[in-house]
């Protein structure tokens, strides 16, 4: 089993462009899987499954109650639904209130994610404004898991990754060019050491 269990992204402003530069250079048989939250118009059906899914080898869903999240797939969360990992590392969707003005939140979706995988949980906070993540970076850290932000020169609105910055609890400040790469170091070595010791 990899170490890093999931990765966990969120945006807001500016996101589904920055979304779409993680995800791309992800390559094939990328060992966890992938949960998205991208603040979205509520009222609006959502075509960010099918326009990520056109640009990265993952398969990409829109995230239904009750699936089981496999590596090698991203679940990006419905509009107007807060997306949350169980124990059992099925998703669960709830309009429960808003946090921090939005839903889905990414603060429950890292709080969750880091309760069902601990320590293998990767986070990341990409463009966008608001302060939503910064409390799910705390959960992640807690858990001993890794998270990053996307620096400002890159980040068409600074919110959202400055908030996360300014708690402590961000390991690692990239430019959008050099997430994926990390990522892609991250989850790959952590799944190369796991199957040594197996």
Known sequence: MAACGIV?????????????????????????????????EPRHSSLIPQILGRRTRLGVVEAEQGATVTPGCAYVAPPDRHL??????????????????????????????????GSRTIGVVLTGTGKDGSLGVGAIKNQGGTVIAQDEGTSEFFGMPAAAIKTGNVDLILSLEDIPSVLISLVM????????HS
Not at 104 to 115: G, K
Not at 189 to 196: A, F, N, Q
């Open 84 to 117: 949350l990992v169980n124990l059992d590392h099925t998703i669960s969707l709830t309009r429960t209130e808003p946090v921090h003005f939005v839903r889905p939140s990414a603060d429950l979706l890292f709080e969750s994610a880091a309760a069902a995988f």
């Open 8 to 40: 966990v992204l969120a945006s807001s402003a500016g996101g589904f462009h920055a979304q779409t530069e993680v995800l791309e250079p992800l390559p094939v048989g990328f060992p966890v899987p992938v949960a998205i939250v991208q603040h979205l």
């Open 189 to 196: 070595d952590d799944s190369e050491r796991g199957r040594r």
